[in-house]
């Protein structure tokens, strides 16, 4: 089936993980019969119930073999009714869980098993309800006839079996929870991202309030019936029981505030805190104000804030100071980017006179020509879809290509050079920039030694791109690119002409050049 829980990798080491290293194993060896075995184990749930109360009655009022089994009876039937509407109403959710079992990886279906195994236990309760007036009811009102209570006792019999039947209903919600736990475990990773739990349930605190009063009173009523000689009626709950009983529902509802205000009040806190953060907002603080597991959650939730706020800090640094395409696939594939060999277009822009103008500048003024350059350059090769690789001091090296794929890198390439110019030209003062670009076979990846290393571009591409730039000063041009450059252009611009071929040492053959004039930036202006 290739299901199987986390809690199966290690030893349980207290008694929940105990139950639910049992119940994950049961999932992962019967799968979709662990959701027939889950309805089975409703219906076996509600006739313990039955049995229960049957139990529960016998304490107090002297019941014969005939009598238990005409109200039994009565019971199984009206229990197995309500069963049978009660499997009707959850059928849907159950055919949710089946299916996603029977296909594990539909993500379709793993979305519809979440919703369905968190809407299930909402559904239960709401059926237990229902089967309470069904079955319980009628049941119960039978069996005053049938042991011929008098007319003020019926009421009250009706009144302890729905305490009795609440109390069984609260484990019954809890059970089921603790059922689910294995699926919700296994469908999780299958739902790829961030995928929050609904937000319908029964809270915490609701748990609480209604949980304790109701065990209280279940035992002082179980105490009650125990400790007379034998059934008593009724009627043996007398003022002062029934007067403890009342003092021991009080005592236990604020019991149950104060727990809701001990614990609950820190959940909802590491709440809303968790829903900030997941907008974004890595200021929030939790003081951890509880003692115990809780203290415990809320400094460790602290620590994973500090911990995200330093990681976004780093990231931020990373896309500062290395290309956001790069720090993207750093993030995603780790330190090494393995050398890749991709078609691209590599582009050197220049800086002319630039030796001569910081022979006889300040240094404020150096940098300020730099930093000019970089405002320039740097803005159009990123808006048409290009990687600055290097800057070196009066130049840049951009790729476009690489690291993300471009199909018609060498037209980027060339928008984003006339684009260069114009703003060369309207900068003030304006700057005066060769341009040199040229297409083929690069190898883009990771580079470098003793724990440093860059993202570089590397082949015979690179240094033709070098070389051409160069050319500019000789020729008098603003802009050359190669015929490789030229043959994968869908549009070139129409006041291109051919300059010649440049020489380079160690090729064969010699490389076509082709130069633009100052009416294609010109035409950018426009």
């Known amino acids: 089936m290739g299901l199987s829980g986390d809690l199966l990798e290690h030893r349980p080491r207290t008694a929940g993980e105990a139950v639910d290293a049992l119940l ?34 016998s304490l107090y009022e002297p019941i014969s073999v005939a009598q238990a089994c005409r109200i039994g009876g009565l019971g199984f039937a009206l229990t197995v009714l309500a069963f049978s509407w009660r499997t009707a109403r959850i059928r849907r959710e159950l055919l949710a869980l089946r299916r996603w079992i029977q296909r594990p990886g539909d993500v379709a279906a793993a979305h519809a098993a979440w919703e ?13 309800v229902e089967g309470l007036v069904v079955a319980a009811l009628p049941t119960t009102v039978f069996a005053g006839f049938e042991l011929q209570l008098p007319g003020l006792a019926v009421p009250l019999l009706i009144l302890l079996v729905a305490v009795v039947i609440g109390q069984t209903l609260v484990i019954h919600l809890f059970s089921v929870e603790l059922a689910l736990r294995p699926l919700l475990r296994n469908l999780r990773p299958r739902l790829g991202a961030l995928y929050l739990p609904p937000r319908r349930g029964i809270s915490l605190r609701r748990r609480l309030l209604g949980t304790l009063p109701l065990a209280n009173i279940v035992t002082g009523l179980a105490v009650a019936g125990l400790a007379q000689p034998g059934p008593g009626g009724l009627q043996a709950l007398r003022a002062d029981v029934l007067l403890v009983l009342v003092v021991a529902a009080a005592v236990s509802l604020l019991v149950g505030f104060l727990l809701a205000a001990a614990i609950v009040a820190p959940l909802d806190e590491l709440a809303g805190a ?17 003692s115990g597991e809780l203290g415990r959650l809320a400094a460790n939730f602290e620590e994973m804030v500090n911990g995200l706020a330093g990681r976004q800090a780093l990231h931020q640094a990373l896309e500062r100071y290395v290309d ?13 980017l393995s050398p890749r060999e991709v078609d691209a277009t590599v582009m050197f822009v220049d800086l002319r006179g630039f030796t001569a103008f910081a022979e006889g ?38 790729v476009f290509g690489a690291p ?59 240094n033709v791109a070098s070389r051409t730039q160069e050319e500019t000063k000789r020729l008098g041009v603003d802009v050359l690119f190669t015929e490789s450059t030229h043959d994968r252009m869908s549009e070139v611009p129409y006041d291109a002409l051919p300059m010649g071929s440049l020489e380079l040492r160690g090729r064969r053959h010699p490389v076509l050049l082709h130069g633009l004039g100052r009416a294609s930036t010109a035409a950018v202006a426009a």
Request: net charge negative; proline share 3%.
């Open 24 to 57: 994950e194993r049961g999932f992962a060896r019967f799968g979709t019969a662990y959701v027939t075995g889950f309805a089975a184990a409703e219906l076996l749930g509600s006739l313990v119930i039955l049995a229960a109360a049957l139990v529960f009655l």
């Open 116 to 128: 369905a195994a968190h809407a299930l236990p909402g559904h239960v309760m709401r059926a237990d």
């Open 274 to 290: 968790a829903e900030r953060v997941h907008r974004g907002d890595l200021t929030v603080q939790v003081v951890p104000t509880a």
């Open 324 to 336: 956001p395409a790069v720090a993207a696939r750093i993030i995603e594939e780790g330190l090494e």
């Open 361 to 398: 500048a300040t240094a404020s003024c150096v940098v300020a020509r730099v930093n000019q350059l970089l405002e320039v350059t740097l803005p159009a090769i990123v808006r048409h879809g290009g990687h600055v690789n290097k800057f070196m001091g009066d130049g840049v090296l951009a």
């Open 404 to 462: 993300l794929a471009l199909e018609d890198h060498a037209d980027c390439a060339m928008r984003a050079a006339l684009e260069i110019l114009h703003a060369a030209d309207a900068a003030r003062p304006a700057l005066r920039l060769g341009i040199g670009i040229s297409s083929g076979r690069v190898m883009a990846g990771t580079v470098g030694a003793a724990g440093r290393c860059e993202f570089a571009v590397m082949g015979d591409t690179v």
